[in-house]
């Protein structure tokens, strides 16, 4: 501890930066190249879980499929060798409700024993819409916390971790699409609560950069970040591991349905420490913030006064 | 005494205390009961019936509870899903179609928490097993057929007012704005009588407004008012949830959810069922009948031929019979079916459903029936299914489109033996289940407009069990790491944090139990355990500048107080960011990602209460004693 507490944390930021910059710019080629692989919510389609007592082998659900109209579907296991998914993309010459029984009634042709444990159906606009409106949402998320921390502290401050909240948001759905993770409505949940978690960290930052400008004799911004990095150091790296250790809970024991949710969760919390800590204060010192950026301005009474 | 105000530690009692006594409930689980309600609309389950039920399942040696009045339905306990299944088979085959008996589960709260209005949370679906549908409602198909309504009611008052018209039509272009308008045109015989055409159908009708169009002057057209389609769409709307609402009340569920959602949609949710395929069959469907006369003056030969005489339609019989040609206006339809019920014929044992006709629709009958005895009627089943279809169009772009097919059938022709009132029987069908599905159906009234399912989740109940095992160990699991880490790191103060944190839980437990709308799913279960990781964020921040303070060469007791002073507003800043993103995650997401979002926005707000006046009450009972000055914390 004693050594990170010396620890010139402004002096990496170079570094650091470039390190990020490149975990952006890799993030949004494969954003772009490889794309996501997004869940049913949002590409519609009808989704399958079956389970069975003995281990289901997936070689003959596949044949039991492959006369039926549902050929192209997906198969994997779930979990363990007793439950399988089957997923189904949106089809025309089948009402598109009944998807789900008739691929179960295949799937008992040749497995009698199967147990039908959920059944998953979204309509092609309910999941365009759910799309459309989940973007929205991370943008509107975005957009607040930039005008929160705008309005509680100093412009330069709120840009800077906002730009971070970006990068976190930016790097997380890199790395699903690297591995091309699924990406469904409970990793939306996880990425606007990994916006509140980051912003949460910067302001605790921010609040002891503002104490240090106004109460230490240091002057140099880059010596106050590094002050109050120090100081808040105990309580990012606490706040992080009792979080942390959480969503490990959640993603070794939560079960599949909060999978992609504590995944990306586990991911973030590391990423956004790491960025409240460099990113928000390289950008506020690459901005020139300076002491009076958090000094507010006095309104004298004269100027009410000249108001109509 | 302590320090610290006191209305500060009364404060803390009593929010624990409330809070606590709201979440007992929840440490009684559930048992497994049967509900029974009245097939009639608000009828109750007699004294009579009751007592005959309970003799039923004593003979049957079931275990049972007394029996209790909930609403107007009666719910029996079980011991176990077993007994449950049986008694609901048993009391089925007792009771007959006048009653519906459901599977529920009955809450075990004692009377005494009860009395003070204390239940368990809400359980979502994917928690207790169930189907969610979404529902989209055609309101386009509804503002036609209405149109095309107003067209005959158009025409008379042109009649009557002696304004000669040649045509009067249903109208649909788009707007260079992409707004789709719809209306009537009406194109007159003289010219000169075009605007009093207008002036007389837009003052009797206000749903319509006038459209200048200079071209051809011999033409009136008239649009619909933007009132006017919301209220033919929020009468569809509404309409199709009632009959929904009643379908469901006869699938026999506990606890239904119909409600309608934006514009032209209606979530049902179901908890507990079992079959979801019945549930969507019978909730998708839109099938109503039709009573017409036989147009039998015209020959089989005539209708083999396909092509109808004036005023006729040709169908074709059920299961590919011969043909029929129908007069086109129907004597009565659904719409006027009061009630239907299954029976069986006395003589050959066949299922048949029993019809009763409201008072317009019993005069109707009795007027066409009276003027043709001897002449044949023939029942006209009708369905109008929906499907989505995608496709792209001439620019590339993907489209959605809506293919609605209308099914009609003959399912019965019978000779009218005697003038028919507001009772009578149709026969005609293939077996028990087809019959009590149409009486159902029948029974439920029709859809103002045809609706399809768009979004359909189905978990099956051991699924749910699971997830409530999986939600369960993982936040004691987490709950446990974390309590761990406090202590070891924070000795004393984050034994006392330790104490908050489950303080926290309860309050949560307790304000989900209280607020009635709040319903607990999974993601809700990973808001919570999230919440529980987040929320020893403000003790560490508290306890951190407790630790700086006591550096910086403050004592003991001054160091607490700056510590929790200082930390205060970054506590509440940090916060209302997460609560930020927590109320935008309620708005945009659904179902169950909404319950994250409850979860997190609850566990927030508690946490902040725990962290800063619980720990500061507990910190304050063990070194805030006066004349007993600590000379050294313990963190």
Request: charged share 20%; net charge negative.
């Amino acid at each position: 501890m004693s050594v990170l507490k010396d620890f010139n944390f402004m002096r990496a930021r170079y570094l650091f930066g470039a390190i990020s910059a490149a975990l952006v710019i890799g993030s949004l080629v494969l954003l772009f190249t490889r794309g996501l692989n997004l869940g049913l919510d949002f590409t519609g389609g009808t989704l399958i879980e079956v389970h069975s007592v003995e281990d289901i082998a997936l070689e003959n659900a596949r044949s039991a499929l492959d006369d039926s109209p549902f050929s192209g579907a997906v198969l994997q296991h779930f979990g363990s060798a007793h439950d399988m998914v089957v997923r189904v993309a949106p089809q025309q010459d089948i009402q598109a409700d009944l998807v789900g029984q008739l691929v179960f009634e295949e799937l008992q042709k040749s497995m009698p024993e199967l147990e039908l444990r959920r059944v998953e159906f979204v309509g092609p606009q309910v999941g365009d819409e759910l799309r459309d409106e989940s973007g929205l949402a991370l943008l509107m998320a975005l957009g607040m916390m930039l005008i929160y921390v705008w309005i509680r502290f100093s412009n330069k401050f709120g840009v800077a971790a906002v730009a971070a909240l970006f990068h976190d948001v930016i790097v997380v759905v890199g790395v699903f699409s690297l591995f091309q993770w699924q990406v469904d409505l409970t990793v939306l949940a996880a990425l606007l609560a990994l916006i509140g978690y980051s912003i949460n960290d910067s302001i605790v930052i921010a609040d002891y950069v503002r104490d240090t400008f106004r109460s230490s004799r240091l002057t140099d911004p880059a010596e106050v970040v590094n002050d109050a990095i120090r100081q808040t150091l105990g309580r990012t790296i606490n706040t992080a591991l009792t979080t942390w250790l959480v969503v490990l809970a959640l993603q070794f024991f939560g079960g599949e349905a909060v999978h992609g949710f504590s995944l990306a969760m586990s991911i973030g919390v590391l990423i956004g420490t790491y960025s409240s800590i460099y990113i928000v204060c390289s950008i506020a010192l690459a901005m020139n913030m300076t002491k009076d950026d958090f000094i507010v301005v006095e309104v004298s009474k004269d100027d009410f006064d000249e108001m109509p | 005494m302590t320090r610290y105000p006191r209305w500060k530690f009364y404060l803390l009692m009593a929010v624990f205390f409330v809070c606590g006594l709201y979440a007992l409930p929840n440490l009684y689980p559930d048992v497994p009961a049967i509900q029974i309600t009245s097939a009639d609309a608000g009828g109750e389950v007699s004294a009579n019936t009751q007592a005959r039920v309970l003799q039923t399942l004593d003979d049957a040696e079931l275990a049972h509870g007394e029996g209790e009045i909930i609403g107007t339905s009666w719910l029996v306990r079980l011991d176990s899903n077993e007994a449950q299944l049986r008694a609901k088979e048993m009391a089925e085959k007792m009771l007959g179609a006048n009653y519906v008996v459901a599977l529920n589960l009955a809450p075990t709260t004692p009377d005494w928490l009860r009395s003070i209005g204390a239940s368990p949370m809400n359980l979502g679906l994917d928690l207790r097993g169930g189907v969610h549908f979404l529902i989209q409602v055609d309101v386009n198909a509804a503002i036609e057929s209405r149109l095309e309504a107003w067209t005959g009611e158009v025409k008379l008052l042109l009649k009557d007012a002696g304004i000669r018209y040649r045509d009067v039509e249903v109208t649909e272009r788009t707007r260079p704005d992409g707004e789709v308008e719809r209306g009537l045109k009406i194109t007159v015989a003289e010219e000169a009588s075009a605007e009093d055409a207008a002036t007389l159908i837009t003052s009797k009708l206000n749903e319509f407004s006038f459209k200048d169009t200079d071209d051809l002057v011999e033409t009136v057209e008239l649009i619909l008012t933007p009132q006017a389609i919301k209220s033919i769409q929020d009468y569809a709307v509404d309409q199709n949830r009632t009959s929904l609402n009643n379908r469901v009340n006869e699938l026999g569920v506990g606890e239904p959810v119909v409600q309608r959602e934006g514009a032209d949609r209606i979530v049902v949710q179901l908890p507990g069922i079992q079959d979801a395929a019945q549930a969507r069959r019978i909730l998708g469907r839109t099938a109503t009948l039709e009573f017409r006369l036989v147009a039998h003056e015209f020959g089989a030969g005539r209708a083999a031929t396909g092509i109808a005489p004036p005023g006729t339609e040709i169908f074709p019989f059920k299961g590919g019979g011969r043909p029929v040609i129908l007069r086109k206006q129907a004597i009565v339809t659904g719409d006027e079916v009061t009630n239907a019920q299954m029976g069986f014929d006395a003589q050959s044992g066949t299922p048949e459903v029993n019809i009763t006709l409201d008072g317009t629709g019993a005069r109707q009958m009795q007027r066409i029936t009276g003027k043709n005895v001897g002449n044949p009627m023939g029942v006209l089943f009708v369905e109008t299914k929906t499907e989505v279809e995608r496709y792209v169009d001439e620019d590339g772009a993907r489209q959605i489109r809506n293919n609605t097919t209308t099914e009609k059938y003959v399912i019965n022709v019978a000779t009218i033996q005697d003038t028919l009132g507001s009772r009578f029987r149709i026969t005609g069908l293939d077996s028990p289940a087809e019959a009590a599905e149409l009486a159902l159906l029948l029974r439920s009234g029709s859809l103002a407009a045809p609706m399809f399912i768009i979004e359909e989740r189905t978990i099956g109940p051991s699924l749910g069990a699971d997830n409530i095992k999986a939600g369960f160990n993982s936040m004691m699991l987490g709950m446990a790491l974390v309590l761990a880490f406090m202590a070891i790191w924070y000795k004393v103060f984050g034994l006392v944090a330790n104490i908050a944190l489950l303080g926290n839980l309860v309050i949560i437990v307790g304000v989900m139990s209280l607020i009635p709308g709040a319903t607990l799913t999974l993601p809700g279960i990973a808001g919570i355990v999230l919440t529980v990781g987040m929320a020893v964020d403000a003790n560490v921040l508290i306890f951190e500048q407790i630790k700086q303070s006591l550096k910086n060469g403050l004592t003991p007791l001054q160091a607490i107080d700056a510590g929790f002073e200082r930390a205060f507003s970054t506590i509440v800043d940090a916060n209302i960011t997460t609560i930020i993103a927590a109320v935008i995650l309620f708005a945009a997401g659904t179902g169950t990602v909404q319950g994250f979002a409850v979860t997190l926005f609850i566990g927030i707000l508690t946490s902040m209460f725990t962290a800063i006046v619980g720990t500061r009450s507990i910190i304050e009972l063990i070194y805030g004693r006066a004349g007993r000055a600590p000379s050294k914390l313990s963190i």
